[in-house]
C-alpha cells in the first residue's frame, strides 16, 4: 500500500511529499541524532530516496560515521529543524524525523537501533526490539 507522507519544517521554507511505502521506522539513540535533535534518540522512518519530493532547500551537515561511511543530517537552513538523514551506504533510501510530518500520530516505531548509546535519561522504550 502507497501512503501519502507529507511534512516540512518549523519555519515553513521546507516541505516535502512522498508517496511511498514505508520501509521502516525505528527510534535511534546514537550520538549524532542525539546532537542532530538535541533529545536522546531520533524517531525517524525510512522511505525510497527517489519519492521523496522537496520544496525548499535542505542543508546537510556530512560527517563520517563509525563504519567509514559518510552520513548527512539534513535540515532547514532558515529555522534549524533536522528534516532527515542519509549514509552513502544506502544511497537510494533517506530517513526522515517523524516530528516533522503534519501528522506525527501516525509515525510507529518498530525497533531501537544503537539502545546500547542510550543516555540514562531517555531509556529505549522496552517494548522496541533492539531496546
Ligand atoms: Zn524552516
Ligand atoms: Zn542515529
Known amino acids: 500500500m502507497t501512503d501519502i507522507i ?3 519544517c518549523a519555519c515553513g521554507a521546507v516541505r516535502y511529499e512522498c508517496r511511498a511505502k514505508i520501509e521502516f521506522s525505528f527510534n535511534c539513540h546514537c550520538r549524532k541524532c542525539q546532537r542532530a535533535t538535541g533529545g536522546g534518540h531520533s524517531s525517524a ?13 535542505i542543508r546537510e551537515f556530512a560527517s563520517p560515521s563509525d563504519n567509514g ?3 548527512y543530517a ?13 549514509t552513502e551506504r544506502f544511497p537510494e533510501r533517506i530517513y526522515v524525523h517523524a516530528a516533522t510530518l503534519d501528522d506525527p500520530s501516525k509515525f510507529c516505531p518498530a ?4 539502545g546500547e548509546m542510550a543516555q540514562p535519561w531517555d531509556a529505549p522504550h522496552e517494548h522496541l526490539s533492539g531496546a
Open 111 to 114: 525497533f531501537v537501533v544503537y
Open 6 to 8: 507529507n511534512g516540512g
Open 69 to 71: 561511511a559518510i552520513t
Open 74 to 86: 539534513g535540515f532547514c537552513p532558515e529555522c534549524g529543524s533536522p528534516l532527515t538523514s542519509r
Open 45 to 57: 522512518f525510512a522511505i525510497p530516496k527517489v519519492e521523496f519530493k522537496v520544496s525548499g532547500i
